[in-house]
């Protein structure tokens, strides 16, 4: 079976602490609960979340949807938005866990990404790099979030042209952008099979603002 590889990466900085991190805990708990009422998604998707601060971690390795268990994600107390180290452990993720196409078989699909910050990357010569490796590998689609008033645009637009901003950091905002991911995950398991090319998103809500 052909899998889709989602890979959630997260802005965990001091700045995510409180309010921010615990709505952006209930949208994801909120975006798995829908995606497991889809039948196509529960064929294929996989879903794997990255965190960021001082350091990239593995928070949940790439897992089959329907045994995903998600356990909330914490904030240190304080910490730096080394989004850089997120773009190399996902490079060294996927490099990993993707499995590409051979004569006899062919692999997954080509992996969605999604990216949420709140502020712009602490290691941006790293970040600037690690763009040029992503660039060489085959993604479906990339799709940045700038959270908030803080989260600079013009670094998220060399990473993709796919950028989305949230003007607050409150619930509803988090609520919204997840269904979003949830909705274009949806359309992604069930046009997998139909155009492995660049995929197709669905319109955001109103509280979404694409970045143009």
Same mark, same amino acid.
């Given at each position: 079976m052909r899998r889709l590889p989602v890979y959630i990466l997260l802005d965990t900085s001091g700045s995510m602490r409180g309010e921010p991190i615990h709505s952006v805990n209930v949208g994801i708990q909120a975006m798995l609960n829908a995606l497991k009422q889809d039948p196509y998604a529960l064929e294929s998707v996989h879903i794997s979340i990255i965190t960021? #601060?001082? !350091?990239a971690r593995e928070h949940i390795p790439l897992t089959a949807l329907e045994n995903f268990q998600f356990t909330d994600i914490e904030v240190p107390s304080a910490g730096g938005t080394f989004m850089g180290a997120g773009l190399e452990l996902l490079i060294e993720l996927v490099d990993r866990d993707v499995k590409r196409s051979t004569e006899d078989q062919k692999g997954d699909w080509r992996p969605l990404v999604f990216l949420m910050t #709140?502020?712009?990357p602490s290691d941006a010569y790293a970040y600037t790099q690690a763009i040029g490796e992503i660039k060489k590998r085959p993604f479906g689609s990339i799709i940045a979030c700038a959270a908030g008033p803080k989260a600079k645009? !013009?670094?998220?637009?060399?990473l993709t042209d796919q950028v989305v901003s949230l003007d607050t950091l409150d619930s509803t905002a988090f609520s919204s952008f997840f269904k979003w991911v949830s909705a274009s995950v949806s359309i992604g398991s069930s046009s997998a099979g139909i155009a492995d090319t660049q995929s197709t998103l669905p319109p955001p809500p109103p509280e979404i603002q694409l970045v143009l």
């Open positions: 960021f #601060d001082n !350091e #709140d502020g712009s645009h !013009e670094y998220l637009t060399q």
